[in-house]
């Protein structure tokens, strides 16, 4: 029995997955029965701030509706886009005249209009004549200004005062303001403000900050409530809360399962609302949703948004949709605008594909960039490329960083290079250290090693783990282990996965233990065919169809007892000309009673060089008949010797028949 895990190669997998360190599963293996796709959770980088940009979005106007604020977009601050640029300088100067009268509504909006302007020194006594004149959009714009030229205390003092008036914009800026100082109650108080008063940025704030001290039902009711004004990237916080779920984010109900991953449909919808609003991560993630569904002509559309919009991850996503469509030209393309930008599974997507196309130095190349984009798959990748190469000792290099890095497929074909070296005291902690990391290919492999020091319950251990997990081969070792054990229904139970699996050899097995328990069946009339096939039956004929020796002679028999003279020679010959002795045998039976002696002793001839007594004795009959005693008595001390004892004793009495007969 051969170890698994050492001739993969990266592009032969189809999916490129994550980094080592995260739950993907290592790239490069054929065996692992679930890859994870190119954008699951470990896509989660840190949160876009959970602040907006600068503290300009709390300008407000004295125009504004008490208690509304700006709803966290910036107030257009009375510009009509519709006007050009000689009314924008008409109405300024009216405002200018009207607070050189002492007008205080005029004097706020001139500040705010020249402070978004950036005039700071001009902006200044506008905004401050008209807080003294008691206007709050000043009081709070004036803290926006003295923010911004680095008096944060003297600004919070403004914010206040424009907040205990009612100012939402100025609430939010001094909660965060106090958050920004540590002051968490002051911070939540002064948000909760914003945030009751409609303010979305406030709103926002209020989560992330109940978030962070564990208060989950409250982060999740803010965080809604801004994503519900517009908010993206609340409403992509939403989202992934939902994706992962989490308890607090959502009911925790799921609507979808798509290759084993479920995707709650409110997730989508917060997905689909920050993507719509250019939320990169956002577009991403609904892709993955939509690719895993099937629908790749919209992932593809969202890929290409986020890609466009300079997430590398996406182009990556963007190319494995193209490479499985059969544009591996343009797939290239975005792998190579996502490597560049330090993606290192899309580098590990370009060494995988020109190691398909033998141009191993720009494959070398691109696995040392994606090791060095922090990739282990990278190092993993690149011993595959050595280990193809024969260049043993630079895989054993490479395999030995990217398993002490955690890759776990790395450690089992560490331990397998090992192990074809003679060294198998240093392949046991390698397989041990990747059993224990989750690799199913290595604690099969520990298995057959511990099998092969006759540490038989220590192997039935690895076995039982592997075929846990799925592992075909392993299933098959546990179900024999049981058939010896005398446990035929845990026996069946693992030859029937194993078959279920693959193995010709657990068909075969499971087929033999469901033939012992049939009752005897009736004599079949002469030239009756009888059609139904039993269980055991299509159990063998499945294992036959896939090579099974044994399977195809039993496939045979079962046949030729149905009378289906075909069939049976059919299966009988597939299994002579694989090699095995019994069906050559039974092939030659089956032409002798058709009258086809000459062709039976064909095959005959090839069963008993390869062994066959009974073969060996039929020939020696055939030839004794013929007259030619000789060869008669050749062949019948050949059937001495091959045996068994039955056998043996008829073929010695024909012997020595044919001696006195020779002799006379």
Known sequence: MDVMGDKATLFETGRFVQPSGTEAAPAGTPYETAYETAYETAYETAYETAYETTYETTYETAEETPGMGSAGETPDMGRDESRDETGEDVEEVHRRLAAESGDAEAMSVLGALLLRRGDLDGAEPHLRAATTA???????????????????????GWWRVAAVAGSAPAAHALGRHHRERGDEPAA???LRQAAEQGHVLGAYALADLLEHRGDRPGAERWMRAAAERGHREAAYRLARALDRREPVFGDGRRDATDNGVAVPAEAEQWYRQAAARGHRRAALHLGAILERRGELKEAGRWYLTSAKDGEPRAACALGFLLRDAGDTENAAVWWLRAAQDGDGNAANALGALYAERNQTQTAERWYRAAMDAGDDNGAYNLALLCAEQGR???????????????????????????????????AEPWFSKAAEAGSVDAAFNLGILFAGRREDTVALRWYERAAAAGHTEAALQVGIARLREGDEQAAERHLRCAAGGG???AAYRLAAVLDARRPPQPAHELGEIVHEKTECEEWYERAATQGHRRAQVRVGMLAAARGDVVQAARWYRAAAEAGSRNGAFNLGLLLAREGSEPEAAVWWTRAADAGHGRAALRLALVYARRGELAEGQRWADRA???GPGEVAERAARLRDALREELSA
């Open 134 to 156: 008691g206007d709050r959009a000043a009081a709070n714009n004036l803290g926006v200004l003295l923010h911004q030229r680095g008096y944060p205390d003297e600004a919070a």
């Open 188 to 190: 939540e108080y002064w």
């Open 392 to 426: 043993t000792a630079q895989a054993e290099q490479w395999y030995r960083r990217a398993a002490y890095a955690g890759h776990r497929e790395a450690a089992n074909a560490l331990a397998v290079l090992l192990l074809q070296v003679g060294d198998a005291a240093g």
């Open 503 to 505: 193995s010709a050899e």
């Open 640 to 642: 001495v010797s091959l």
